[in-house]
């Protein structure tokens, strides 16, 4: 027997909800690795960045800490001698203009290029010298900072990051003769952060592109991961459905055997013994029974994995011809068993289809509802239309679902509570059928219930395009 697995991954609805949480559990395993991976680069990136400008500002501020004694002497001298030098130009109130470490310094030569690189002035920078008064003395450079210095400034300095600018303000001291250290002024060096946030915001677009090409290539390794796991299951649950449907269709034979040599004896009760004539009943219900079972595996089996050929099928179904024909059928057992039977039906009503099989589908609900309705109560199947679908509900005041049953109510097999159970003639395949078939017909079946008050089906189900 040759297994389409394929098919049976894409069709089965069952196996669609399964290859569904197996991918999403994969990608969101991968998704949380891969962001947390990318978050740890990036983070690491800025840390580095961040570092080698900090390494640079200290560096910068630790050899101008060196001249701190000279920059404040020949500063003096000059602040006492407006003649000392031509750049020694004054402010109105008569305090000396701030003036470049070159012009101070111009008497000693090399002084400058001895502290800074030869690439200083190429790089958006700057150096300043504060005594400790915190008055400006003199810079060097071109970039600095328009702010004043912090309030409070630690002996190892203190870095502030503001107006696209980063400062590192160090903080320079002389040893006394008793070998206490005293505070002689403030360095504070400047440095365009504008370079770094730029390269900070081409690592994240960067970053953010990998990781939706990430994302895109472990979707497609995800999906194909998934499918090949998925395959040993698709087979064992391709090769147990073609067991079930060809033990049924074997049964079906010595069934109908049974059936008719049965029924050929009760034909003739002269034969049969008085204390036999229960036993054979007892046969011929059991016989029926099995025959119903054997019929639904059979219809379990041709529904599962074989949308795509049933659909090719399928034509125009008007559902409120269904629903009514049913409802003239159930009408009868509604009576008898004294209970209100109730529509609310929409005309011209069509859905894309097998008649067969959706009267098969309502009149279990129907049926189920009718079932487990005590008398005196009321079963109504309503319709109404949405944009997309046709939702058909059947509602019962009967004896509800508990809570912790609502779950499984529509597994193959599956008996509810003893409240449940006196229903000698079903199979517990009902519900599950229900649901195969409206899954088959691309739709589902929902369900609200509350035990002591009834329950309420819904079935949503494609509607008919408009032509």
């Known amino acids: 027997m040759a297994l389409d697995i394929d098919s049976t991954l894409t069709s089965n609805p069952q196996f669609r909800k399964l290859r569904l949480r197996l991918l999403l559990s994969f990608l969101g395993v991968l998704v949380a690795i891969l962001g947390a991976g990318m978050a740890a680069a990036y ?160 690592l994240g677009w960067g970053l953010g592109l990998g990781y939706v090409v990430a994302l895109g290539l472990t979707a497609i390794g995800g999906t ?63 016989c029926d029974q099995m025959a119903r079972l054997v019929e639904d595996l059979l219809l379990l089996a041709r529904l599962d994995g074989k949308t795509a050929t049933m659909a090719q099928e399928w034509r125009a179904v008007p559902i409120d011809e269904v629903l009514e024909d049913m409802m003239e059928m159930a009408d009868i057992e509604a009576s008898q068993r004294k209970i209100n039977l109730k529509s609310h039906l929409l005309p011209e009503i069509s859905v894309l289809g097998d008649a067969e099989q959706l009267k098969r589908l309502f009149t279990n609900l129907l049926g189920n509802a009718l079932q487990y309705t005590p008398e005196g109560g009321t079963v109504t199947v309503a319709m109404k239309q949405l944009s997309e679908e046709i939702v058909v509900s059947v509602q019962d005041t009967g004896i509800g679902i508990s809570p912790e049953h609502l779950p499984l109510i529509f597994d193959r097999f599956w008996r509810a509570d003893q409240a449940r159970t006196h229903r000698e003639e079903g199979t517990g395949m009902g519900l599950a059928i229900a649901r195969t078939i409206a899954q088959a017909h691309g739709g589902d079946i929902t369900v609200i219930s509350q035990l002591g008050k009834g329950s309420h089906f819904q079935v949503q189900l494609p509607a008919t395009p408009s032509s």
């Open 43 to 202: 983070q690491a990136v800025v840390y580095g960045l961040n570092r080698q400008m900090d390494d640079h500002l200290l560096s910068l501020a630790s050899s101008s800490a060196h001249t701190m004694d000279i920059v404040k002497h020949e500063y003096e001298e000059l602040e006492s001698n407006e003649h000392y030098r031509p750049y020694g130009k004054r402010n109105p109130d008569g305090a000396l203009l701030p003036m470049t470490l070159a012009q101070l310094m111009e008497k000693y030569e090399g002084t400058v290029s001895s502290i800074f690189p030869d690439n200083f002035h190429y790089a958006p920078q700057g150096v300043e010298w504060y005594d400790e008064t915190r008055r400006l003395l003199i810079r060097e450079g071109s970039l600095f900072a328009d702010w004043a210095l912090p309030e409070t400034i630690a002996p190892a300095g203190v870095t502030i990051t503001q107006q696209g600018i980063r400062t590192f303000t160090l903080p320079t001291y002389i040893l006394k003769q008793d070998g206490e250290p005293l505070m002689t002024g403030y360095i504070r060096v400047s440095h365009s952060s504008a370079s770094l946030e730029t390269e900070l915001r081409y």
């Open 224 to 286: 194909w991961l998934t499918a090949q796991s998925l395959k040993p299951i698709a087979s064992s649950f391709e090769q147990l459905k073609q067991f079930t449907a060809d033990a049924a269709h074997e049964l079906r034979s010595p069934l109908t055997i049974i059936k008719a040599s049965i029924a050929l004896v009760q034909n003739h009760p002269e034969r049969v013994h008085p204390t036999d004539a229960q036993k054979l009943a007892t046969a011929a219900s059991a």
